[in-house]
């Protein structure tokens, strides 16, 4: 079929005022969805003109707002200096700017996170909260084109999908005897990422110069250091980017699409992938050949990519635990002598245990002086944070770890009250997180942990 080049109309926009914004967004992602899905070669040449509507404007700026860290941008404008200022009159400049092709993009600033190993960092890219918006809504636009091409294998930052789909289905295809696993590791990929070649895969969907030269400002914008110097961009995609993780996916999109190709090498090797963002792992059912290997290698050459060889491992899940998104797998043989059976095992790695116990210890460290409440309340937020993204169905050692963790957080709160030094503690400080649980509101994890349980099961 030749490729089509297909205008957006209006038809396509919402025009009911009774709708609140995210309505009419969602209704709009839903028809630009459809369209896409039905039509292979459908182009969009004609959404920059809707980036400054102001249902689609005010919901940008809603979900930046919601979704706010508290870095800042090089311009060091806040949520509170807009809100003084009046959103309507931030908004209404921006939008100004957006209609008369004068918005401009300002550089990022690069922010330093220190990583696990001492003396690696991540960088981050913070754009200004105006980016951001901008960001926002492209993202918005253009996210349904891409929605529809996307593969079921691929689990970060798309809509209804998430990290425990991921888990889930690693599992299920343990359980369907893809035992033979390579755990790849791409090296600062959303700093590598080609901008030719990801523009290459953006016109497959998007034809409209408008919105590709927003892309092309933000991906080229220069980063400015802790000194305040400014440095050019030449590749990447900004981590800290509204728009980043989407771009990071589209480009993978190309690799998923080789790999389930039906007619291609991984699928004649009966090979499957699960990839969350730049996280993947490809799971087979024989041995990898050193074909396939190479081919791996060529692949990610191509792409413009580097795949980190001392922290890619390639394993038998029978005999060495998997690690992925902060749990281990492993098959594990029943406990019962006449059952000759083996299980695949899931449960939070002994890496997330310890970084959970990290931030424990530095919250109690950092607030002696706190009263209990206020420290409690801090812990809460922590500890069910940590549950939640843990205790899954699919998860079978919940209850081992939590035991586990209970243990910990008695000693460190007997610790935290004794340094208090006084009188009126002292009665807490035996068994202090049963008695913190029952007296003082102290978050319950075995009661949480069964609940989510229960209603899993209805």
Known sequence: MENRTTYIDNSLLVSPSEFCTDERVREFQRKLYI????DKDFKAYSLIDKVSQTYVIEESYRRVKENYSKGTGVDKMTFEAIEEYGESNFLKEL??????????????????????????FRMLGIP???????????????????EADFINTSYGFRPKRGAHDAIKQIKRNIYEGYHFIYDA?????????PHEKLFVLLKERITDKG?????????????????????????????????SPLLSNIYLHA???????????FAKANIRIVRYADDFV????????????????????????????TKTSLLHVHKKSLFFLGFEFRVIQSKFSWNTNKYT???????????????????????????????????????????????????SHIWETIKVIIKHLDYKLFKWLKSKGRKAHKSLRQRPYSTLVQNRRLFDLEKYARLKTLAKAQ
């Open 185 to 193: 590791d791409l090296s600062k990929y959303f700093d590598t990422i």
């Open 345 to 395: 095992n899931v449960r939070p790695s002994m890496k997330s245990r310890s970084k959970l116990f990290t931030k424990i210890r530095e919250l109690m460290a950092k607030r002696r002086h706190w009263k209990i409440d206020p420290m409690l309340y801090k812990l809460n937020t922590l500890l069910k944070g940590w549950l939640n993204y843990f205790s899954i169905s699919k998860v």
């Open 35 to 38: 369209r896409a899905k039905q």
């Open 255 to 265: 690799f998923d699409r080789i790999v389930n190709n039906p007619k291609g090498k």
């Open 128 to 146: 200004t909260i105006k980016d951001r918006v901008v960001q926002m809504a492209v993202k918005m636009l253009i996210e349904p084109l891409w």
């Open 95 to 120: 939008q100004t700017e957006l209609r008369n092709s004068t918005y401009q993009c300002q550089a990022v600033r690069q922010v330093e996170i220190p990583k696990e190993k001492k003396g690696e």
């Open 282 to 309: 490809l799971m087979g059912t024989y041995y990898y050949s050193r074909e396939i290997l190479n081919y791996i290698d060529s692949l990610m050459a191509r792409m413009g990519l580097t795949i980190n060889k």
């Open 211 to 243: 919105i590709l030269n927003l892309i092309k400002q933000w991906l080229t914008a220069p980063k400015q250091l802790k000194n305040g110097k400014l440095v050019a961009t030449k590749a990447g995609t900004p981590q800290g980017g509204v728009i």
